[in-house]
């Protein structure tokens, strides 16, 4: 059984700058590809950024050069440093995962964390 708990989400004013945490605990034998995803009220999810096991990242054409997505693996986190914060960066993020266990690979989701920047 494997969870992703997000942490780090609330509000900020435009400009400013918050981090957020994924932490994944259970049954892991490894974790492949790592990220995050957002979805703001009334719109479709879409990828954030993404990180591979061997720190490979993948950054949507909209938060390139003000977001940063790292991981530390001894931890199984990743987390996603936002920086020049744009109220169009207000969402629900979500922490997702691809993890390796009993000999299978199987993609979760984390509950979801609420960003709100204000203008």
């Known amino acids: 059984q494997v969870q992703l708990v997000e942490s780090g989400g609330g509000l900020v004013q435009a400009g400013g700058s918050l981090r957020l945490s994924c932490v994944a605990s259970?049954?892991?034998?490894?974790?492949?590809?790592m990220g995050w995803y957002r979805q703001a009220p009334g719109k479709q999810r879409e990828m954030v950024a993404t990180i591979t096991s061997a720190g490979t990242t993948n950054y949507a054409d909209s938060v390139k050069g003000r977001f940063t997505v790292s991981r530390d693996n001894a931890k199984n986190t990743v987390t996603l440093q936002m920086n020049s914060l744009k109220s169009e960066d207000t969402g629900v993020y979500y922490c997702?995962?691809?993890?390796?266990?009993?000999?299978?690979?199987?993609?979760?989701w984390g509950q979801g964390t609420q960003v709100t920047v204000s203008s």
């Open positions: 259970g049954s892991i034998f490894s974790i492949n590809a």
């Open positions: 997702n995962a691809d993890i390796l266990a009993f000999s299978r690979t199987y993609n979760y």
